[in-house]
């Protein structure tokens, strides 16, 4: 028993241990600081494409940017600050905001010596999960796999002076005397144009379009709240990031009101109710929305597609697309948003993309997109 | 020690004004005056006047004074408003487009200098008046201190100063009387090596009123196979975008609700 | 006396507590643990029951909550002792009474098993253990180290009960295990099997082998009564949290911890959750195996070790999941290891008083070594940490500003506040929707995700963004306007969602924002709301029965009693060992 | 054994929970009682504007838990009641009060309330609404224990009520001899 024990225990323990490192009983993930790497010879092999981009991708999240630049093929036409700007994003941009947090790769063609994996993203960042689609080339190199990084163009800003005439609006809170008749600022007048309500894969949705007709700029939240037959609120909810909150005069937004889980069937009413309240406000950046085009993609979805173009001479680190989509009676149908995870450089452009369900696509004949933003520092 | 009746109370009394109180009986007593903002606690000696200060009968309202020795007896008075001495002027809204009818509303309350509502009924006189033009003139009676009035705005943009004054007391609003919607959308454009300017004539309202800067004129370029828009706000009275056209285009410009021309350009050559 | 002798006897107890409270009352009045995980946490709980000592709900965190959810006792001592001395230095003052009461535990509980010599030296250890530094400067468990204190201290009248039948231990044995059950329910249910176990199993051997007067049905019916005393006890003096916890069952999805993870496979978390409690201990691993095999009364010790150890080891092997099932998502797993390190002394007692013998002066100064780098690695990892809590952040502007122009009225958040959280909570007026105590949430934005406080929802990518996202969708509905935030990470979010920057704190360090159209919150409506008699049993019992204990052992005569000195013989061959 | 543990309860343990007790004690919270508040709202009578019908059943509920929080902050002379319900004149003529009540150790205590309320004007803007509510309660006022003033009386107020960002608010409550 002396040595017996002993021995049991330490033949237990390891068993366990590989038990735990061969897939039985997943280990929980690390939290909130993505660092350290696993023991030696503990990292597997880079024996199939898939592997080598799994081991990529691990030290991508970690942040270990030499061990993964050291991953990557030699054709690649990256050097290694490039790679860490494409991988990591630069100039304050959704992507420098943003953790790979998982994703799903699926190969698309494979030899012994060249394999092509299409790989979808999936990114926690700070306006919520994002997806990206990216396809990987890998090569057999040496005794593994090494992912071929293509060359990365940067947009380049050229040295120049973009003439700037501010215009702004800004609030004068007053005194501290008692506020009743004599500090009177009315709140904008702000005015819902259209408003639909649709059955959605996820619930209800209640959707349109609002305007600011004041002379003002107006900070804009649209609520609605569902009732049944017997006028009982079922759910109340409001616009939240599917609106472009502050609204210049006479400036439209779409809104889109989301109501997960709710049958449309079982609502009678919808009361719609816009609150608007007078915020400080700048009339810049103005941003363009050039070539807009409602195309399939390559996977058969209906996408809208174009390029945002910034007018300003400042730079946009977070555009944010928010689109309305209208049927041949100019009804809105569907209101759709995305997030640009490259920013926007002054005078520069930036491709967007927004999806709208498939079963909308035939319907939908026009559409009208606002351009939401946030630059830092600019809040 | 005995207090023979209830305290002979003052039938009518004026915030700010003091008065007195008379007891009977004889020997010492404590007097408690509870009203609105007061509770005060004092001994009295009976059969003797008993004066209130100003201080504790400043607001109007109804008071319980009470007073006690072996036992208590109580009885309460009303304290009413004094003249008037500011008035309270609410004026809606803020902000109007010209030329709505029954845009502008106004309501006055006097009170007097202790913040009591004032409810004897009194004349008070709304002026309105837009540069150096009177746009308006009315007395109107107070009922339970309050009096209203409601009209419509101007015809030119500007600051609108509304009064109300009863006496020598005045209060003075301002109302920004703003253009109505744009009138006359026009548009021109100017193709560059990149792309085409665009920008607006003078936007102004259908009665000449230049449309305030920052409003939003909403571009758009139409192709055959796409289009293209911008958002671009009024600087200095026009409003002006670049916009990538390469192809045929017809470009048209709406602020609001309401649309302006179009302009057909040709592909770039 | 001798050197030598000097080295084959046993340190008295005093001396030990002496130097456990050289080596940690200055580090607890300088309030190092000020920056731990959990310190404001117990404090914000404290600061509730300074002012609301029978009412258990609190408003301040979740739109209200049930204080009911975790065992008040070192909270509501905490509370007491800050009507005199505030309530950082009130924490500070238990926390050390705490670390004060373990190398008395490790003594006595080590004497069950070891000679008096080597408990003392196990419980001299015990005072420079990493994982005791570990959970008292970093992670600032106080509730779990007061309790492990006191179960230490209840276990040898325990064995004292089911050994001797004496009434006095009962009695002294059911009043330390209430209090120890008031400070900490998980300390004692895993308690039960990890430390009672092996007590009770040594227990039978030593009726079986007549060392003790007891037989061994005497000895486990014995142990039956007082499971059962203990059981119906601990079920009524934590009664409202029991009743709580069947009202709401823990459903909440998973929340991610790094103590679950494979330690394997990340070198920081080895360190953090390995290298830095054990210290030298992980030196005297074999040994603590071969001895503890050696010898059938320590076997049952040694197999409560191993598989407290496995346990400490969270996500490296899977047996704690297969175990513990939906529990391990919800339980942490340094207070196995710091358990374990407990649960070795004895042998590691053995073991010093082995290399003293040995070696002496050599030993000596090689143990001191061991030990004092020990806890000054713990020390060091400190600031070394990448999971070390956020540098601390000067949040008296937030609470100034909560506290004025009724901005209070309104419920509030912080974003990258870390553990400060807590502190912004227990000194304004304001109340939150967030809230550092993941088993009292019941709003359903926050029980839907795996993540737990929105102040670090980054850290829980998709899921704690997703419950952020969730809560800021209904800011309206809980009256929340105000939002502080210490990491730009959270601005764009903001930005899109219709808040505006309003005011900056610090230099621009924390930056205040708002949303226009929320109305004044109001009070939610919750079933979790404990009624009056639950308040009143709460506010008596857990304390009650500490009074009674620290009663009984202060003046119950002949309570101080250690166990039967048993007799360690070492294997022949081991010529070495006296 | 019995006189040594005696002993040592005189000692400490009598003086030691005489300071938890005075601790405990001092952590009880106190809250008041919840008076029942009956309130009549016409407000068919109100001009130039009228009355929305959602805008009735706010009045008619922030009126009642006005004087709800009036009565338990003049019973149990505490401010925070106020907080909410009341603003300009209104709050600082009943925090005055609760004050001078508190400093002369009186209180007030309103029972049996029945308010009759009706809307006299209502402005265009829907900004102020004028009400003369006519109140029925009995009034006890105490110093100390010692009731000094009882009374079962009718009230008349004119009430000046101003919207805030999630109810009515009182700004003006003058107690008037008649309408």
């Known amino acids: ?118 790989v979808r993203l999936h990114w926690a960042t700070p306006v919520g999960p994002v997806e990206d689609v990216r396809d990987f080339h890998l090569t057999h190199e040496g005794d593994g796999w090494k992912v071929v990084w293509p060359k990365v163009e940067a947009p380049t800003v050229p040295a120049q002076v973009v003439p700037v005439t501010y215009l702004r609006w800004d609030l004068i809170s007053g005194g501290a005397e008692d506020g009743w008749g004599s500090r009177n600022v009315d709140s904008p007048h702000v005015r819902i144009i259209s408003m639909n309500a649709v059955e959605s894969a ?113 730079t946009v680190n977070i555009p944010h697309v928010i689109a309305s989509f209208y049927d041949s009676n100019g009804k809105v149908v569907w209101v759709a948003d995305g997030y640009v995870d490259r920013s926007l450089l002054p005078q520069t452009s930036e491709p967007f993309a927004v999806e709208i369900p498939r079963t909308l696509a035939g319907k939908v004949q026009t559409f009208h997109v606002v351009v939401n933003q946030y630059s830092l520092g600019k809040s | 020690m005995t207090l023979a009746q209830d305290p002979h109370l003052p039938t009518s009394a004026v915030a700010g004004d003091e008065t007195t109180i008379s007891t009977s009986g004889n020997g010492q007593a404590i007097l408690y005056l509870v009203g609105p903002g007061v509770a005060s606690k004092r001994e009295i000696s009976l059969g003797e006047d008993i004066h209130l200060p100003s201080r504790e009968l400043q607001n109007a309202g109804r008071y319980v004074v009470s007073v006690c020795s072996d036992a208590c007896r109580s009885g309460s008075f009303y304290v009413a408003a004094a003249e008037p ?90 109302v920004q009387q703003v253009a109505s919607e744009p009138c006359n959308l026009r548009i021109k454009g100017q193709r560059t090596p990149k792309a085409i300017l665009v920008e607006t004539e003078p936007v102004r309202d259908c009665s000449g009123n230049p449309v305030p800067d920052g409003t939003i004129v909403t571009f758009t370029a139409a192709e055959a196979d796409g289009k293209s828009t911008v958002d671009a706000p009024i600087k200095q009275g026009v409003a002006r975008a670049q916009i990538i056209v390469t192809k045929a285009a017809v470009i048209s410009a709406a602020s609001g609700v309401v649309m302006g021309n179009e302009l057909r350009l040709g592909a770039q050559p | 006396m001798s050197t030598a002798e000097g080295y084959s006897r046993p340190i008295p107890l005093l001396a030990i507590v002496l130097v456990a409270l050289a080596v940690h009352g200055p580090l607890l009045l300088m309030q190092l643990p000020a920056g731990s995980f959990d310190t404001n946490f117990h404090i914000f709980f404290a600061s509730h029951y300074v002012h609301h000592w029978f009412d258990p709900w609190n408003e301040k965190w979740f739109a209200g909550f049930s204080q009911t959810t975790y065992p008040p006792l070192t909270h509501q001592w905490i509370a007491l002792l800050s009507n005199v001395v505030g309530l950082k230095m009130g924490y500070m003052l238990v926390q050390l009474i705490a670390v004060l009461l373990l190398p008395v535990g490790v003594f006595r509980f080590a004497r069950i098993w070891v000679d008096e010599r080597a408990a003392s030296y196990a419980a001299l250890g015990s005072v420079f253990l990493g994982a005791l530094a570990f959970l008292v400067y970093q992670a600032g468990q106080l509730a779990t180290v007061a309790s492990a204190a006191l179960y230490l201290n209840a276990l040898p009248y325990f064995y004292e009960w089911m050994t001797e039948a004496s009434g006095r231990s009962l009695i002294k044995g059911i009043a330390i295990s209430w209090t120890a059950a008031a400070a900490h329910h998980v300390t004692l249910i895993f308690g039960l099997v990890l430390f009672a176990g092996p007590v009770l199993w040594v227990a039978c051997i030593d009726a079986r082998d007549e060392r003790v007067a007891a037989s061994t049905t005497g000895a486990l019916s014995r142990a039956i009564v007082f499971a059962i005393v203990v059981g119906l006890g601990v079920g009524a003096v934590l009664g409202p949290y029991w009743l709580s916890i069947l009202q709401h069952p823990i459903h909440q999805v998973p929340i991610p911890h790094d103590s679950r993870a494979n330690l394997l496979l990340n070198s920081i978390t080895a360190v953090n959750y390995f290298v830095i409690p054990y210290g030298a201990l992980i030196l005297a691993l074999p040994f603590i195996l071969m001895r503890g095999a050696s010898l059938r009364r320590l076997r049952p010790l040694l197999l409560g070790f191993w598989l407290t150890f496995i346990f400490g080891l969270g996500g490296t092997t899977p047996l704690p999941r297969w175990l513990l099932g939906r529990a391990y998502e919800i339980l942490t797993f340094e207070r196995f290891t710091f358990w374990a390190t407990l649960m070795a002394m004895p042998i590691v007692g053995l073991l010093a008083a082995d290399l003293l013998d040995r070696f002496r002066a050599k030993a000596a100064v090689g143990l001191s070594l061991a030990a004092v780098m020990t806890i000054g690695a713990a020390l060091t990892w400190l600031t070394a940490n990448p999971y070390r809590p956020a540098g601390s952040v000067n949040v008296d502007s937030v609470v100034a500003f909560l506290n004025r122009d009724g901005h209070d009225t309104y419920r509030y958040l912080t974003l990258g506040f870390g553990s400060e959280l807590a502190k912004v909570s227990t000194y304004t007026n304001a109340t939150s929707v967030d809230g550092d105590y993941n088993s009292a949430r019941l709003l359903p934005e926050m029980t839907h995700y795996g993540a737990a406080q929105l102040t670090n929802a980054k850290f829980y990518g998709s899921a704690g963004m997703g419950a952020l996202r969730g809560m800021l969708d209904h800011a309206n509905r809980y009256g929340l306007k105000y939002i502080f935030v210490h990491d730009a990470y959270y601005e764009p979010l903001l930005t899109f969602v219709g808040w505006r920057k309003v005011d900056t704190f610090n230099n621009g360090e924390i930056t205040a924002w708002s949303k226009d159209d929320v109305p004044p919150a109001h009070k939610i409506v919750s079933d979790a709301v404990p009624p009056a008699w639950q308040g009143l049993l709460w506010g008596t019992l857990p304390i009650g029965v500490s009074l009674l204990a620290l009663f009984l052992e202060l003046f119950l005569p002949g309570g101080r009693r250690m166990p039967v000195p048993v007799e360690i013989s070492a294997p022949a061959e081991e010529h070495y060992v006296a | 054994m019995i006189g040594y543990i005696k002993s040592h309860v005189v000692r400490w343990v009598v003086p030691l929970a005489a300071v ?160």
């Open chain 4, 20 to 179: 938890m007790t005075v601790l405990l004690l001092g952590s009880y919270d106190l809250r008041g009682a919840d008076p029942t508040v009956q309130v009549r709202f016409d407000a068919s009578k109100a001009g130039p504007r009228v009355v929305e019908s959602l805008t009735e059943e706010r009045i008619l509920r922030d009126y009642r838990f006005a004087w709800t929080s009036l009565t338990q902050a003049m019973e149990y002379n505490t401010l925070d009641p106020l907080e909410g319900p009341f603003v300009g004149t209104a709050k600082q003529w009943l925090a005055q009060t609760v004050v001078s009540q508190r400093q002369t150790g009186l209180r007030s205590q309103y029972t049996q309330q029945n308010h009759t309320l009706e809307a006299v004007f209502y402005a265009p803007e829907g900004d102020v609404i004028e009400l003369h509510d006519t109140a029925e309660y009995h009034l006890q006022v105490l110093d100390g224990d010692k009731e000094i003033h009882n009374e079962q009386v009718i009230v008349r107020y004119v009430v000046l009520m101003t919207p805030a960002a999630d109810r009515w608010v009182i700004r003006q409550m003058q107690a008037v001899p008649q309408f």
């Open chain 1, 202 to 314: 996820e619930g209800s949705v209640v959707m349109g379009e609002v305007v600011n007709e004041d002379t003002i700029p107006a900070f804009v939240n649209v609520n609605a709240a569902l009732v049944d037959g017997s006028g009982n609120a079922i759910d109340d909810e409001s616009s939240f990031d599917k609106i472009a909150h502050v609204l210049l005069p006479k400036q439209v937004s779409p809104y889109r009101i989301d109501f997960p889980n709710i049958n449309l069937k079982n609502v009678k009413n919808v009361r719609m109710d816009v609150k608007a309240t007078l915020v400080p406000a700048s009339a810049d950046p103005v941003i363009g929305v050039m070539d807009q085009k409602l195309d399939p993609d390559v996977q058969g979805k209906s996408v809208l597609h174009g390029e945002l173009l910034n007018q300003s001479g400042q």
């Open chain 1, 1 to 118: 028993m002396r040595f017996a024990l002993p021995i049991l225990l330490v033949a237990v323990t390891v068993g366990l241990i590989a038990a735990a490192l061969f897939g039985v009983g997943q280990a929980g993930g690390t939290v909130g600081i993505a660092a350290g790497s696993a023991l030696p010879g503990l990292t597997p092999n880079a024996g199939t494409p898939e592997q080598a981009l799994a081991n990529l991708f691990t030290d991508l999240q970690r942040r270990n940017w030499n061990r993964a630049f050291a991953a990557l093929s030699k054709t690649s036409g990256v050097d290694e600050p490039s790679f860490i700007q494409d991988w990591a994003g630069a100039n304050g941009s959704l992507r420098t905001f943003s953790n790979l947090e998982g994703y799903d790769s699926r190969p698309l063609h494979a030899t012994s010596d060249d394999a092509q994996v299409r």
């Open chain 2, 85 to 174: 001495a500011s008035l309270t002027f609410l004026v809606h809204p803020s902000r109007v487009p010209v030329g709505l009818s029954d845009a502008i509303s106004g309501v006055a309350l006097p009170f007097d200098p202790f913040h009591n509502l004032v409810r004897v009924p009194m004349a008070i006189t709304f002026q309105l008046t837009s540069g150096k033009t009177a746009m308006m003139s009315r007395s109107v009676q107070t009922q339970d201190g309050v009096a209203w009035f409601r009209t419509s705005s101007g015809k030119d943009a500007g600051v609108l100063h509304v009064v109300a004054a009863v006496d020598e007391l005045s209060a003075r609003r301002a």
